[in-house]
């Protein structure tokens, strides 16, 4: 199993980012664009990962959210590895980057540099990139707030359509 723990987005959140994908996708720039139902936010991507290992993961899933729950504010676009080069495009966290940087370290440790973000696509190919750059400086920050209540072990499986990502177990955090 490909596991990664994470949150989902608020249904407003996802409407908008939702919309921003579409914008972006008129642009006609060679990206797989992620679908509606599977925008989240990684904290801690664990890869393929032993059925047996579940117990320890749930266990880990309920010590990270016992923490207070707190508000992030999602704000601008951005991109991986720059927004002159733009492999993966992004919804970032304008506020509450800290409070989630310590929820993905309780969550175990981190390859790299923790970097709170929605993925909205990957680049697939080299077409019409000036059209994808000149896309990207168009769009206004989102300033869309959601608070952050419930912490989320998720299923990462491939299809001929995409990835789906599939909540499989979910902790509270603290009111």
Known sequence: MRLFFGLAVSDEVGAAAAA??????????????VKPK??????????????????????????????PSFTVTFGGIGAFDSLED?????????????PLGALAAACGPQDRPFCPHVTLGRRRGLGKRE????????????KLAQRVDRLLLFESRSSPEGS????????????
């Open 20 to 33: 921003l994908i579409e914008r972006l996708r008129a642009c006609g720039a060679e990206y797989r664009w």
């Open 38 to 67: 599977g925008l989240h936010l990684t904290l801690n991507f664990l890869g393929e990962t032993p059925l047996e290992r579940l117990p320890a993961l749930e266990e880990v899933l309920r010590r990270a959210a016992d923490r």
């Open 86 to 98: 733009p492999r993966a495009v992004w919804l970032g966290i304008e506020e509450g980057a800290e």
């Open 131 to 142: 059209a994808m750059k000149a896309a990207l400086r168009q769009v206004p920050p989102l």
């Open 164 to 175: 789906l990502y599939i909540p499989i177990k979910e902790a509270p955090l603290a009111k």
